[in-house]
């Protein structure tokens, strides 16, 4: 019992030394190379990732086909990371989807819960997403991560909110849009057709008319731009405030007043104008049963002229596809609204682990020239060039089919006016497309979003009256004053039409309230 206390006095002794020669070994390393102890960095952190921590890993999920134009894909993958993980400590992981079933593929990823960050969303299928809760808020994580995103879209980002949330961030691209004829140069020269006299769809009855006259019988000047599409389908002065199911007149510059389309003059109107057009021989008699869209049917020379929805560059584009020189001449002012703006968006699924790094990633996605060249066009020298004319083309020897990574989807790479051009664009088509963007028109309900799930058999029950009728009275095959419109507009209200009318209505005029 007497040594005990000694004991505890040699052990408390031992204890000390102990201590001692380990804060002295850990002062010796703080000055000893290749230690653990950060070094002075002027950078801020939040732009400069530390690169001792493990990089973080998201996928994108691209809508693209799996095809020889994508072959490159894994080498896009490895450039992408050279950036990304330099920049923001991110490694990227592609995964190429086809559009025909990207939305069931995307599906099948959420509900099995599998490895999904950033996912491709359009204004079709953007609220079923919100509504079915597999799209992540983005406000704090925009605010945090995303200046470059702020910077680039400016308020048009606001304008994809849902219940004053944001999940998705448009694409730089057309944001606003207007509606325009589309001709062959050949046959518009060949006919003396005077181009400054077209400003709207009723100036088009002189021209196809003397086209019609001048090709014979079996041409029929006017075709569909895709099939399955009616022509008034692209002649829109409305905002569609969505499903086209409940309107504002006038692109909703004027008033908030939800009316029904097809009840109007305005419609009646129209409609009888293309009645007319079919029945003088200006519209393809197949153009309700047609597989064929414009590009092979003007390319076969079976038409002169389309309608389409519109944008700066377009005449360059369908020149392209057509394979002869196209006229694009608008029929509508530009005008923004949310189905315009929310046309191609990215958002971050709910399933992500790693919802900053991909936040991150989307910001260099509207920012960093380097990586929006590189999805936009592929590698330099492999995929693309830069020529002395300061536009990029297809390095010698390699052409569409050869290049590895073709996916002609600038639109949908984040910003793309941080991309060079491609040959055959207009030199200032990113300043045209700016211009409109900024000066256009802008609905009265441009951010509001209609969420449909209260009238949902309603709405399917409209749209099944709708693939009845639309086709036959919007392409001209039957006569408006037969009674026909009268029996669609009675059939939809039978099928609820009303109910969707005062829904659409009244959250319009809360969503107003609370702007």
């Known amino acids: 019992m007497i040594k005990k206390p000694g004991f505890r006095?040699?052990?408390?002794?031992i204890l000390t030394v102990l201590m001692l020669m380990v804060l002295v070994t850990g002062c010796g390393n703080s000055t000893t190379p290749g230690t653990d102890v950060p070094q002075t960095n002027t950078n801020d952190p939040a732009d400069t990732p530390d690169k001792q921590e493990k990089p973080a890993e998201i996928v994108m999920a691209l809508c693209a086909d799996n095809s020889p134009r994508t072959a490159d894909a894994p080498l896009i993958e490895d450039a992408i990371n050279d950036i990304t993980l330099d920049k923001i400590n991110t490694k990227v992981s592609l995964q190429l989807f086809p559009y025909s079933s990207y939305d069931q593929q995307i599906t099948l990823m959420l509900s099995g819960n599998e490895p999904l960050d950033l996912i491709f969303v359009n204004n079709s299928n953007y609220s079923s997403y919100v509504s079915r809760n597999q799209l992540i808020e983005l406000d704090d994580l925009i605010d945090q991560y995303g200046s470059g995103i702020r910077e680039a879209l400016g308020d048009y980002l606001d304008a994809t909110a849902i219940d004053g949330k944001l999940y998705i961030v448009p694409t730089i691209r057309d944001l606003a849009k207007c509606y325009a004829v589309n001709m062959r140069k050949d046959l518009t020269d060949k006919y003396n057709i005077d181009t400054n006299a077209i400003k709207d769809i009723y100036d088009l009855t002189p021209v196809l008319k003397k086209v019609k006259e001048g090709e014979g019988?079996?041409?029929?000047?006017?075709?569909?731009?895709?099939?399955g599409r009616s022509i008034l389908s692209y002649y829109v002065t409305y905002d569609p405030l969505g499903d086209a199911i409940g309107v504002l007149l006038n692109d909703g510059l004027d008033n908030t007043n939800v009316v029904l389309y097809e009840e109007t003059e305005e419609y009646r109107?129209?409609?009888?104008?293309?009645?007319d057009w079919y029945e003088a021989g200006y519209i393809m008699r197949d153009i309700t049963t047609t597989q064929e869209g414009y590009s092979s049917l003007l390319k076969a020379g079976k038409g002169y002229a389309y309608l389409n929805g519109?944008?700066?560059?377009?005449?360059e584009q369908a020149t392209r596809n057509v394979g002869a020189p196209i006229l694009t001449l608008p029929l509508t002012p530009y005008?923004?609204?949310?189905a315009s703006v929310t046309q191609v968006n990215w958002g971050i699924s709910v399933t992500s682990k790693a919802p900053d790094a991909a936040t991150k990633y989307l910001n260099l996605m509207y920012s960093d020239k380097d990586l929006v060249t590189l999805l936009c066009w592929g590698i330099e020298d492999k995929h693309y060039k830069i020529y002395e004319d300061g536009f990029a083309y297809y390095p010698e020897g390699v052409d569409v089919d050869s290049s590895g990574w073709t996916l002609n989807m600038g639109y949908a790479m984040g910003n793309q006016f941080l991309s060079p051009l491609w040959r055959g664009e207009q030199p200032d088509l990113w300043e045209q497309m700016k211009n409109d963007?900024?000066?256009a028109g802008r609905s009265k309900?441009?951010?509001f979003t209609f969420n449909s799930e209260s009238v949902k058999t309603e709405l399917a029950a409209v749209n099944s009256v709708r693939s009845q009728y639309r086709m036959l009275i919007e392409c001209g095959l039957s006569d408006p004053d037969s009674g026909i419109i009268e029996e669609y507009v009675a059939k939809m209200k039978e099928a609820g039409v009303d109910k969707i009318l005062a829904e659409k209505q009244a959250q319009l005029d809360a969503w107003l309230a609370n702007k």
């Open 9 to 13: 006095r040699i052990f408390t002794c």
């Open 217 to 227: 019988e079996n041409f029929y000047p006017l075709v569909t731009a895709a099939s």
């Open 269 to 275: 109107d129209l409609v009888k104008l293309v009645h």
């Open 310 to 315: 519109a944008k700066a560059g377009y005449a």
């Open 335 to 338: 005008i923004a609204n949310t």
């Open 437 to 439: 963007n900024e000066t």
């Open 445 to 447: 309900a441009l951010g």
